[in-house]
């Protein structure tokens, strides 16, 4: 029902794709994998019609509708929340508005009438008279009380904000739902839901993710963007990359005959066949993976960037104290009376039920907000570092990689061209990389970017509000590699469990009844019966 062909793209001398060819079915949810900058979010811009190929052509069958979700989530910021949610359909919605014009016009005419009554027809013919209560249940689905449906959507936090825009893509039950990295920001409880809700889907879905989880539950097969081709592949994403691990180390293996590779391979689908279809995936999705094939797989050009803090001079004895801190929003207590001193080489997971009062406490921290009360305290010795949820703002800009950078340089040695050029390098931005735009840069590759910056203040503090946010499968493991061996303070927060499991030897649960502080790892924090006991009355 999606047919590509001959699609090439190409950036300067940058060939993002060479002569593609594919076909995308009705029903299959297709899971779009590849590295950072590797052009999943282009090729969905090019799909979506935002973004002119080079050459060739994506089409889609004739008379089917296509919602999407994009990964810039500030785009609506202006509408308000039920009605971006309608804006989803579009036509609806512009039926809606243009009924309104007619009926607010104060020389109605016979032909406005007539009019009228057409749109109305069209407008029932869609349902119309469902639109409302149908985008207001699918946002209290989602999380979002009525109490913020008038809002505009800038007055929403951000992880409300993409539940805001995933109801907006999945309003009107599209032909194919297009999403761009939808869990980003979703909590594990709506990550949950959005998989139950794709699960059951009957239409066509894709769907761009770094979560593998997600990717597993979700996906009947696999488009890996690579070596500027698309590949698709029968299977969830541990089949392919399974199957690509084999098939990588069997070319490997010359001595090897034709048939016993080939029997290994067979041996390899038919085990994987049979677990496939006692899972949840093939008894929920119609489509059944009745197929599986392994093609020609080439090994993958992703490379891990190199992700190292370092501390310009070690901390004094006295890090951060923070005393009785609370805030409110809209009139909803985020977290109160917060108290704990941070100490040498603490790794603390800050976690709570709401991730709204994580990120207010990091911009509390960092003097982006002011609390209502109680106050925080660093030492003398301490230099910060931070990475915000949203970078946005620092990417507004037609600076080079290479002036963006020059920016949060220290000295005169790190600000001359070779040193940053290496610097760009260690985190892949090589070559004439270094000398685009830091408006273009696709969602990971700006957090990379946010990543050196935080690297160039040499901090003995650090503060990192979900940082795995965009990224890829390398740079995480090379990032969670820099945190577990970073030799300051640590406070973090993140979706990935992984990551808080390896790093944190503290965890602090900010409330809005106090604080629970706890210096265990993340592992043993959630199986304590005491904790688990706590927190149902700390959230009461
Ligand atoms: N107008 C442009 N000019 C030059 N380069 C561009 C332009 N638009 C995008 N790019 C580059 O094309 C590459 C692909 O970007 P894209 O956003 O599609 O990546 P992606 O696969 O979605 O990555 P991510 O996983 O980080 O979201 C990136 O390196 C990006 O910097
Ligand atoms: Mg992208």
Redesign the pocket.
């Known amino acids: 029902m999606i047919t590509v062909n001959n699609l090439s793209l190409q950036?300067?001398k940058?060939v993002?794709f060479d002569d593609v060819n594919l076909k995308f079915v009705q029903g299959n949810c297709y899971g779009v994998i590849?590295?950072?900058?590797?052009?999943?979010?282009?090729?969905l811009?090019i799909m979506t019609g935002h973004q002119d190929p080079t050459k060739g052509r994506i089409e889609l069958e004739p008379g089917k509708r296509m919602a999407v979700l994009s990964?810039n989530h500030f785009e609506f910021d202006k509408c308000q929340v039920l009605h971006t949610v309608m804006m989803g359909h579009k036509r609806l919605y512009e039926i809606m508005i243009e009924k309104d014009a007619l009926y607010a016009k104060e020389d109605f005419s016979e032909a406005d009438g007539m009019k009228a009554s057409e749109l109305e027809g069209e407008f029932a013919d869609l349902e119309g008279w469902n639109a409302e209560t149908d985008a207001a249940s699918l946002l209290s689905n989602l999380g979002i009380e009525e109490a913020s449906h008038y809002l505009l959507l800038e007055e929403l936090p951000n992880n409300l904000k993409v539940r805001v825009l995933l109801a907006q893509a999945l309003f009107g039950n599209p032909d194919v739902l297009v999403l761009?990295?939808p869990t980003n920001d979703l909590d594990g409880k709506t990550i949950t839901w959005l998989e139950d809700f794709l699960l059951d889907f009957k239409n066509t879905v894709i769907v761009?993710s770094?979560d593998r989880h997600f990717l597993d539950t979700v996906c009947t097969h696999i488009c890996d963007?690579d070596f500027s081709k698309i590949n698709i592949y029968t299977g969830n994403y541990s089949f392919w990359y399974q199957s690509s691990q084999l098939a990588l180390r069997q070319r490997a293996d010359k001595n090897k005959k034709a048939e016993e590779k080939k029997k290994e391979l067979q041996d390899f689908i038919s085990r994987f066949s049979a677990n496939a279809s006692k899972s949840k995936q093939a008894t929920s999705r119609r489509k059944m993976i009745d197929k599986l094939d392994i093609e020609e797989i080439q090994a993958s050009s992703r490379r891990y960037p190199g992700i190292t803090f370092h501390q310009e001079r070690d901390a004094g004895n006295q890090i951060l104290s923070v005393d009785n801190l609370s805030k409110s929003y809209e009139g909803e207590v985020l977290f109160k009376d917060i108290t704990f001193t941070l100490n040498k080489g603490d790794k603390v997971a800050i976690v709570s039920n709401n991730s709204l009062a994580i990120t207010t406490f990091f911009e509390v921290l960092n003097r982006n907000m002011n609390a209502d009360n109680g106050e925080f305290i660093f030492g003398t010795t301490i230099i910060t570092a931070y990475l915000p949820n949203d970078n946005h703002s620092y990417f507004d800009s037609d600076l080079s990689l290479i002036q963006w950078l020059r920016q949060y340089a220290n000295t005169d040695e790190e600000k001359e061209e070779v040193n940053l050029r290496g610097f760009l390098g260690r985190m892949l931005f090589s070559g004439e990389?270094a000398l685009?735009?830091a408006k273009?840069?696709?969602?990971?590759?700006?957090?990379r970017c946010m990543l050196s910056k935080v690297m160039f203040a040499k901090a003995n503090v650090l503060m990192m509000d979900e940082p795995t946010n965009?990224?890829?499968l390398e740079s995480i493991t090379a990032l969670n590699n820099g945190m577990i061996e970073f030799g300051g303070s640590l406070m973090f927060t993140s979706h990935d469990q992984e990551l808080v499991k390896t790093v944190a030897n503290r965890v602090i649960e900010i409330t809005p009844n106090g604080v629970i502080d706890k210096m265990m790892p993340y592992d043993e924090y959630i199986k304590d019966e005491k904790i688990l006991q706590l927190q149902t009355e700390m959230y009461a």
Not at 440 to 447: A, D, T
């Open positions: 950036f300067g940058r993002l590849g590295a950072n900058g590797a052009g999943k979010s282009t090729f811009k990964q761009d990295e761009v770094h963007i990389e685009k735009s273009v840069l696709s969602g990971g590759e700006k957090v965009h990224l890829d």
